[in-house]
């Protein structure tokens, strides 16, 4: 049977993430593409402890119930923010979903939001789902301030979406000024800021710079998760926003899928009461700080002066420029050789050809990432070679 689909689906990429993930199963490939967390890691005799313990608060908790999302775990979670109450939160399926919602709130075909660029792949095919128009600032030399007045100025614009701390691709992190800048600019002309921030809490080093709620409470919506510092299986995240913006979304959820699963809010609620959350957050910071000066290291030996990056100061991401190389090339080669990274391109708004690329250095342990690095240098000298 022949179907027409609708106009979004034929804009609608598989993400090129997804698809290096299945090539990264392939055992003999190392991966420094997905931006996995260290399943070892993860804290399973205590989930397993609060799985029994909410298993005994009877079958109503499997029942249908508000898409707000658990009382108790909004409580916890406005802790963390300036003027947020548990009623300024929704819980939502994962920040992937919680951006699905604001796409579907604020974005009308052709209407203009605004990306860092590099910026998250899902996010800007997501974007383009909805038909969005998108306007983006280079953040690789610091945040192009000047730029984005401009684009405030002339556009209307929906919204600004950013990850301003650890980000992702980069790992870069704005200063002080920077947020101060934009909080300014945003309020001067009425912008609202989207703050992605599930990297907020790996942080390895150098202090945390306030976020839009604090600087911006009302012009500003931030979004949360547990993947990366719990488990990305229980797929709970958040949105902190006014209340009346809350209620429009809680809507737009409802319409989506009823609701978050219950059962694993009660589950990260135990693990938040209970210290497992805050414990586990120390050891990420000291295991994934190892693995990054680790490969800092591997990458220094090996490619000496023929990279660039900056040390990040948390997340889980080392942007590294490979010089005089085209990184999409690069892949191929690395691909043959048996280990897989994420070439910029893939990152940015608008097409460009980059010499950067994306590495993870949580997921895999200190022999892939040594013997991974290794096999990039070799792919990145065999390039060299055909080119
Ligand atoms: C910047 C950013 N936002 C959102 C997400 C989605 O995370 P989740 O839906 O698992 O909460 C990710 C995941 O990698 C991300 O890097």
Redesign the pocket.
Known sequence: MKKEFAKRVKVTKRSFVREILNVAKDKSVISFAG?LPDSSLFPLEMIAKEIENTIKKGSDILQYSDAQGLKELRVELAKQYTKTKAKNILITS????A?DILCKAFIDKNDTIITESPT?L??LNLFREYGASIKSIDIEKGVQIKKLEKIFKSKRVKFFYT?PTFQ?PTGYSWSKKEREKVAKLAKKYNILIIE?T?YNSLKYEGKQESGFDKLLPHHSIT?G?F?KVLA?DF?I?WIRADEKFIQIFQTLKENSDLQSSKFFQYVALGLIKNKTLSKHTQTLQKEYRKKRDYMVEALKENFKDNIEFKIPKGGMFIWVKFKGSDTMRLFKQAINNKVAFVPAKVFYPKKKISSYARLNFTNSTFDEIKNGIKKLKDAYVRSKVIS
């Not at 994962?94 to 979903?97: A, D, K, N, Y």
């Open positions: 931006g994962g920040s992937q979903q951006l998250y899902a996010a990850i992702n992605d599930p979004l998760t993947s990305p797929r995240g």
